[in-house]
């Protein structure tokens, strides 16, 4: 299942994020979103893998991104032109 997530988030076009049930959906089972966040949670590789474009139902960041915590996922999806506001994004406008 892992390996399924991972190749996942390298289909994510920039400028595009994706939700944690999305992701489940994907894997054919909603109920599975935080399975998928613990997954990402245990990401061996940032820049392989980008989980910063995962975010949650409402497009609210992760208080406990991996990778540097939340104000490094909002700089990382502002750097791909994703508007962050109050570390949260449109997901009307941004998601994939």
Do not use: W
């Not at 820049?47 to 995962?54: E, F, Q, R």
């Amino acid at each position: 299942m892992e390996e399924k997530v991972y190749e996942f988030l390298r289909t994510i076009p920039k400028g595009k994020v994706v939700t944690y049930g999305q992701i489940a959906e994907y894997l054919g089972n909603k109920q599975l979103a935080r399975v998928v966040g613990n997954i990402l949670h245990k990401n061996p590789d940032e820049y392989k893998y980008p989980c910063y474009k995962v975010v949650d139902s409402q497009g609210n960041l992760s208080k406990h991104f991996a990778f540097g915590g939340i104000e490094k996922q909002k700089e990382k999806l502002e750097k791909e032109g994703i508007v962050v506001n109050n570390y949260q994004v449109d997901l009307d406008k941004y998601r994939m």
